[in-house]
Each structure stands twice: as C-alpha cells, then as structure tokens.
C-alpha cells in the first residue's frame, strides 16, 4: 500500500509551500543500500514465529479493553472475559498479516516531509519520551513544554531528523492540557510528521482532529492518508493496557500509524534467552497487528522490535547492549517473514554523552541498519536507558546520522572518478593537493561534520581542550538562535488555536489509567 | 595455504604450556557470521582492477631499492633505471596473485594464539605505531619503553587482542638498539605473535633472529611457517621506498608475513576521488604483493587497505569518516576480487577518548566487519589520527570488540530457550525475575561489560559523575597490577638476552634511511 495523496491534491498543497532555497534535501528518503544481515535460519524464524503462534492460540493474551475483546471475539478469537483473556487462531493471525500493508507512506503537511515506511527505506525518528531533559548548562531536571520547543525545533533544522517523536515529557503542563499543547508544539514548530500519544480515547480524538485541521482535510479524506503516528507498548509479559487497547482501536479506525513494540527486555518482562524473548516479542506485535487488521484491514502498522537485555547484576535495563545487537538483526528476519514495516532503536545506557554512550548507541543502531530497519526511533538525543533527552546528544547523534547518510552514497567509477590522468600527472612520492583534479571536486568529495574536530593536538589544547559534548554544547544553541518556523496557514493556525483553547476551556482530557 | 606445525611438533610444544585455569578462550579465533557488505557492483570492481592493471603497466611504481628492481626485472617487468621506475607486465601481476595464498596461519609460541587470516575469521591487533602515548594521569609524552611494555602487557592481558602490534614508539631507547628492546619485550612479556617493523635489512635480521630462537626452531624450519608479521608502507602516490624495498624482499624469503598497506589518504597522497583513491591502493597493493611473489612463490601477503580522506578545510587526515567507511567495505570486495586476506583498521581523529573518538572508532570498525576484514589494526587505543596511543582508549575498545564478539555467538532456538513453558507460567504484565528458567541462565545470559556503567543517575552522581574515560583510567590501572607475564623457557630466555647484548654491544642496527 502506497498512501500517496491523488495528485491534484497534492499539487493544490505544492503551491502553498515555502521557497527555502538554502535548505539541502540530501538526506531526506534514505534508502538503505545494503542486504540485510541475518542471525537466523531460516527454520530458526519459521520456529520463532510457530512459536508465537502457539502461545497466541494455548497460552493467550490479556487484553484489558472490553471493547478489543469483544472486537476479537467477532473476528473469531476465543475469548475469556473472567480472566480477560484473547486466545488468537492461527488462521485469524495470517488472515491479519495478509491484509496489512509491507509499506505505506506517511503524508507530512507540504508533501515534502513525507515518510515512507517499507522496501529500503529508513526512517530516523529522534528521541521520544523521556520524562527528563538535560544539558551542559542546566544539567538535568524535570521536562517543560520549553525544552520540548526547543527539541522541536531542533528536529526542524535537521532534514535527517526524517519525523517527530515526543522529546521529553513537559511536565510543567497540567495533564489534562499537555497532549493539546504538545500536538500544538508540533504542527507550529516542524512542518515534518506529528507524533499522538496512545494515552486514551479523549487526548486521541483532540490530537487526531487537530492533524486533520492541520492538513486542511475533511475527516472523510483524513482517515484515506496516513498523517500522524502512535507507539503501543504492550505491558509485557502478554498484557495489552487500556489505553494501549483502546489506541489500537482509535489509529486503525482513523486510518493513521501504530508502531506495536512490546517492551521484552529479557530477564525482567520477557524470558532470560534471547529467543524466549524474541518469541513473546513476536506474540505480542502479532495480537496487536491482528487487533489493528480486525479493526480497519489493511491499516497502516509497524512491527516494533525493542528487545534488550536487563544488566544481570542490578536488573536494570541496559540498552546498546550485544543481546540488544543480534536481537535486532533477527527482529528484522521476524518482520519480514510477516511482511511488514518494523522498528528499531538507536539506544544507549550511559548516564552522560561520553565515548559509551557513542559506542553504545553505535552498536543498537548499526543493528538495526544491519538488519535493514525502516525506522529507527531514539536514533538521536536518548540518554540514560531513556530517562533523560540530552541537548549535545542530539546533535552528536545528528552528526553521525549525516554520515551513515553520507557512507550510502554510491561510488562513482566513471573514467574521470578512476582518474588514471590524474594519478600519472603526480610524481611518485608527491601529492595532489594543488591538482586540476583535486580542485574541480574538493569542495563537495568528503562530508564535512558539524562539530566533529580535526584540528591538531596544539591547537585543540589552545581551544581548552573541548570534548565533543562541549562543542555540542555550543552547537546546539546557535542553531536553536537561527531556527525559524515553517510556513503555517493564517486560518490554520487560528483555528488551531481556537480549538486548543476551546477543548482547554472545556477542561481538556485526562490520560486513560 | 594453512601452515599448521606438523602434529607431532605441535604436540610437543603443548606439552610445555602454562596450565592456566581461569583464563577464558572465549574471544579467541574469532569468525564473523555475516556475508560481507558490497558498495560496487562486480563490473565496479571489474573496473578498478583493470585500471591499476593499467596503472601499473603504463605508468609504473617508482622502486627505490636496486636490487627489487633487478629481481622484477628478472621476473619480466619493464625498467627504468634512470628513474627507478617500474611497469608491471598485467600477466606477471596475475600470476603472483595465483601463487598468493588466500589463508594461512601466523604460528604462536605454544600454539594457543595463533591466528589465522582469510575464509572467515576475523583478527584484532591493538593500536600500533603511534609516537605519543597519553592518559588521564600523565597526560600525552613522548612514548618510552615502560610505555611500551605497559601496554604489551595490556596487550597479553585480554583475549580479545589476537596479535601484539608496536603499540607505542619507545623514544628514550636509542635508535640501534630499539628495534632489539621491542623485540625481546614482545617475547618476555607475551606469548601472542610478534610484530617487527620493516627498517631496512639489519635490523629485521635480528629481529626475525630472536622470533627463531624464542620458538625453540631452526633456521629451515622458521621459513616454512610465519611466526611474525611487518607491514608495508608504499609511500603514496606510487612509489617503494628503500627499508620498505628491503622488508618486502626479506620478509618474503623468512616466509614471514607482509601486511602491504598503501597509505592512500584521498586529496593529498591520493586523488580526491574515492575511485582514484582506490584505484592507486589496488596498483600499490598489487605491486607489493607481486614483488613478494617473485621472491618466493607463495608468500604469505595480506592486502592492506588504508583509504580514508583528509579534512578540506585543514588538509589534515581525518579517520572514521564516512567516506573511509565504504573505502573499507570496497576494499574488501577489491581483496576477494584477487583472494587474498585483507586488513582494515578501527581509528578516529579525535584529541581524547570522548564520544567523538567511540563514532569514529565504530564508524571505522563497522565498515572493517560489514566489510568482511581479515585483520583490525588499530582495532584498540589508537587516539588522534594515529599520534598518541591511549591507555584509556585501549580497555574502552577491548570493551567493545568483546561486545562484537558476543553479538556473534548464534541463538540458540531450543524448545527450552524459546521457553514456552516459562512464558505460560509468568502471569501477565508480570515478570521473569524469580523462575526457575532465569535462575538457571542468568549468570551467563548477557555479556557483563569490563567498564560500561549501568548504573542510575543518582547512584552515578554519588561516585562522582564519571565519564566513561574515567572509568577505563580505573580499569588500566587494575589490569596492569595484577598481570603476570607467561612461561618463557630459561634457556630460550638465557640465549635471547645473550644475543640483544651481543648486538647492543656490536652497535645494533640503525633504521635504513
């Protein structure tokens, strides 16, 4: 499934969108140029996935929504409402998988910022959800709604930032305002895809209705296009939450995006073997996929690979782990054995943006890149097993990003790239720094980073002896100093407005406990 | 070529090694799991090789030494001795690249380090060459011997390290004798396969002199098996100096290994391009190795690939860029292209081991292990673009590759470790903490990191909020203290140290100039 706009409508948008004729689109539509790896067999996956199948129908799922268990029931699962308790038939499970899309696109508001999930393509979706934010300055203390506008509009300015994700929770919102204000942020602040938290049917519906008037659509258009998009974590092990139900319910009916990513972390919520944990992993994506399916077929959804490992000293999670590696490798061959999109992370358990936070984070991302992720959440600014959103880490993580970016270029081999001429135009011994050759190419032939440092060991000394996350420091703040917002519809943006002040007035909604 | 020792000369070495039952085996004889990564098409490929064919057929490799140049003109090759210029004759290339083996072992002191280069397996040599040593309490000195040896010892201290390299230059021992000094502080202080450098004709006589008699051989035995390894460094563009002349041929006929690595760094020593970069690494390679071949049929050559880029603005070499990362994977396909083992590296640009250094490490090193690398020079404690060598850096990338080498270690999907039992009995939204299928795991389930904290914030801030670099600074420091140097036989010991006095006292040997 393809869910472009039909053409006319995305022409009539095409004219209303903003010339910037200094932004680059280099790293916008990555698609990853490699095979993807794999660490099982073949009859390893088919094992897993019968596997899963088997606890579906034996072992079952609770599913705490009357409303879902009722919904399965129809559709055929077995269903015990004394223990809330959904047994899935095999065939109900592939009928599901059948209808859901291998890939599908997610419409941004100009059309530019599109997002297409599936085939090659690679999604990286900055950090989502910690409840702290933090930098060299402040240090780290509870999110508000200014750090999260302001991890906004850091997202905006990079175009390898390719969607939203809720940055840091603002804490200084009362809760039953913070999801109008927080979608609000989100369509003034980026014109790139909106994140909705799945945190009960009132904030849904506000957050839905408000992407709907962003997009200047009618709700009959609205649920033909995917628009925004939500995580479902299912309480593992085998539990799916009210709220989580109730958003698997509300994004398949609206036709809008469920990233289903139960949270195994193996030996706490999921078993201590890899493949134990990969087993309830693929369980649970599979009920909630089917959830999705029965609700609205062919619905958009993501397969959402998240498990890691605790530390087995403490029992605390630890993320960027080699578990965490190899998990992701095979959650790739999970997901397309069942033919859909899926999710990895690019985590870390560091409690600072130091060398293992770096390593850390290189290792669960060139996991999942490896195993040929479509979307890599977390893939920039998570710190500290997700507690803390780190301003430096950020754009650290940005500028690796850039190069992944950059490492997927092709190499050109014409006769000219060989360049036999140049090389017999160079004694030996000598160098090609003056070189017609050299000249004609150097000012676009390497990436240069943004904060990366290449200056000597004196120099770098007379500079006080910078760190990286010093120099991030310093990053981050002039580009916040030269962010401007995107273009957003006068009529627009007051009938947002209105309506946030409106649904506020109305006491807004409470999140579902 | 697999130069396995006769059985019985084998058996006879085991006899006498050190019982030593806590050491782990684990991390030894490493293979990597994945199908290496492809960049260029094989028509690319195709192209690359036929132009350093041409390359080195038309233009020509400038060889300084008379006596390479009279043993390649002897083998067919057109020279110019006015220039010291030589052409290579396609055919001549072709038919040492068929004498060239494509695996081969370099034989340890008992047997138990040996390594083995080509099919699968993958080697990790710690960081090599640099002038500086530097760490957390001294900062960055001229290197010396204690240096030296300190790391050797850090060197022996983790399994994860496959191969001794020249960790760091010992300058307080002068120039004739330092080359006897490295060689016997290898010896005495670990049993893993020496390194010996290629500075001219005396000193890797006795160099490759003292490798003979620590391995308890004689001469015609030492030439059938490899026991050390050098490497090469053509000087880019195009040309073999003298000492590297000198190692190539006397390397060659000990039956030693050669490492022929091209230091082809695009937009100075090479053309800006990354093809033309290539191309001239291939030539220079190829012409290394065809001369090996001459020598002494058979040779046991790895193809070194050293491509990276300098950093337009300074013109300074930069390490860890994206642009050397699919130099690295390319340069993989290059080497399978002739079938002989190739080396990679795993180094960075940064001034301190911070975050910027663990990207670019694993920038690196992931393009090496995508890329199917044999050999990982480098692959720990190399810091600024190759000046200092870090003990910090050294335990945080031992950290690291051991992380790799745990990611490859396949899952097992058992009935048992998928565990559909143990997920039946955890009842939902419950945890795997107590059961009996943890309790029996968990102690060997997960990879338990040397130095990664995993520790919570609050618990971080009390020890101080270290940074990773701290805790390596701890670690270093604990490992140097408790190591204990392995068996050396006595009279082997007697007859070593006889001979470096000896030399010493005869003047040693000056580096070839």
Same mark, same amino acid.
């Given at each position: 499934?393809?869910?472009?706009?039909?053409?006319?409508?995305?022409?009539?948008?095409? !004219?209303?969108?903003?010339?910037?004729?200094?932004?680059?689109?280099?790293?916008?539509?990555?698609?990853?140029?490699?095979?993807?790896? *794999?660490?099982?067999?073949?009859?390893?996956? *088919?094992?897993?996935?019968?596997?899963?199948?088997?606890?579906?129908?034996?072992?079952?799922?609770?599913? =705490?929504?009357?409303?879902?268990?009722?919904?399965?029931?129809?559709?055929?699962?077995?269903?015990? !409402?004394?223990?809330?308790?959904?047994?899935?038939?095999?065939?109900?499970?592939?009928?599901?998988?059948?209808?859901?899309?291998?890939?599908?696109?997610?419409?941004?508001?100009?059309? !530019?910022?599109?997002?297409? =999930?599936?085939?090659?393509?690679?999604?990286?979706?900055?950090?989502?959800?910690?409840?702290?934010?933090?930098?060299?300055?402040?240090?780290?203390?509870?999110?508000?709604?200014?750090?999260?506008e302001d991890f906004l509009k850091l997202f905006q300015s990079y175009d390898i930032i390719h969607s939203l994700g809720p940055a840091v929770e603002p804490q200084d919102i009362p809760l039953e305002a913070r999801h109008l204000r927080m979608t609000l942020s989100q369509i003034q602040l980026s014109d790139k895809v909106p994140f909705v938290y799945s945190r009960g049917r009132a904030q849904v519906a506000d957050c839905l209705e408000m992407v709907r008037i962003a997009a200047g659509v009618d709700e009959e258009t609205f649920v033909t296009q995917p628009r925004a998009w939500s995580v479902i974590n299912t309480n593992?092990?085998?539990?799916?939450?009210?709220?989580?139900?109730?958003?698997?319910?509300?994004?398949?009916?609206?036709?809008?995006?469920?990233?289903?990513?139960?949270?195994?972390?193996?030996?706490?919520?999921?078993?201590?073997?890899?493949?134990?944990?990969?087993?309830?992993?693929?369980?649970?994506?599979?009920?909630?996929?089917?959830?999705?399916?029965?609700?609205?077929?062919?619905?958009?959804?993501v397969y959402g690979a998240f498990t890691s490992n605790v530390d087995m000293r403490s029992g605390a999670p630890a993320f960027g782990t080699p578990e965490a590696y190899k998990a992701a490798i095979a959650s790739g061959q999970l997901a397309r054995h069942i033919g859909v999109p899926w999710r990895s992370s690019g985590v870390n358990t560091s409690n600072v943006p130091d060398a293992q936070s770096a390593y850390e984070t290189m290792m669960n991302t060139f996991g999942a890149l490896q195993g040929g992720a479509h979307m890599i959440i977390h893939a920039a600014g998570w710190l500290e097993s997700g507690l803390s959103a780190s301003f430096e880490k950020l754009v650290l993580d940005v500028d690796v990003l850039q190069m992944v970016a950059e490492s997927w270029q092709p190499i050109d081999t014409s006769d000219t790239e060989i360049a036999l001429d140049a090389i017999a135009g160079v004694d030996p011994g000598g160098h090609f720094f003056g070189t017609a050759h050299t000249l004609e190419r150097y000012r676009s032939a390497f990436y *240069?980073?943004?904060?990366?440092?290449?200056?000597?060991?004196?120099?770098?000394?007379?500079?006080?002896?910078?760190?990286?996350?010093?120099?991030?420091?310093?990053?981050?703040?002039?580009?916040?100093?030269?962010?401007?917002?995107?273009?957003?519809?006068?009529?627009?943006?007051? !009938?947002?407005?209105?309506?946030?002040?409106?649904?506020?007035?109305e006491g807004g909604a409470l999140p579902r406990s």
């Open positions: 499934m393809d869910s472009a706009a039909p053409p006319a409508r995305r022409r009539s948008r095409r !004219e209303r969108r903003p010339s910037s004729p200094g932004a680059t689109t280099r790293y916008r539509n990555l698609t990853n140029p490699f095979q993807p790896a *794999e660490v099982l067999s073949a009859d390893q996956v *088919e094992s897993i996935h019968a596997a899963a199948l088997t606890l579906l129908a034996d072992i079952g799922i609770r599913v =705490l929504l009357p409303e879902a268990r009722s919904i399965l029931a129809d559709a055929g699962a077995i269903v015990d !409402e004394t223990e809330e308790m959904v047994r899935f038939d095999p065939g109900l499970v592939e009928e599901s998988l059948r209808s859901a899309p291998s890939s599908f696109r997610i419409v941004s508001r100009w059309g !530019e910022r599109d997002v297409t =999930l599936g085939d090659t393509s690679v999604v990286f979706v900055p950090v989502s959800g910690p409840p702290f934010a933090t930098d060299l300055d402040r240090g780290r203390r509870a999110g508000t709604l200014d750090d999260f593992s092990p085998r539990q799916i939450d009210l709220p989580m139900g109730e958003g698997l319910i509300d994004f398949a009916r609206a036709g809008q995006v469920l990233v289903i990513t139960p949270f195994t972390l193996a030996g706490a919520m999921a078993p201590v073997s890899l493949a134990g944990a990969l087993t309830l992993q693929h369980a649970e994506a599979l009920a909630g996929i089917t959830l999705a399916q029965v609700v609205r077929s062919g619905s958009p959804v *240069e980073p943004l904060l990366f440092d290449r200056s000597n060991h004196e120099q770098w000394k007379e500079a006080g002896s910078p760190q990286a996350m010093e120099r991030a420091n310093q990053l981050w703040k002039q580009v916040l100093a030269a962010y401007e917002p995107p273009p957003l519809d006068a009529a627009i943006a007051a !009938e947002l407005a209105d309506f946030v002040d409106r649904r506020i007035a």
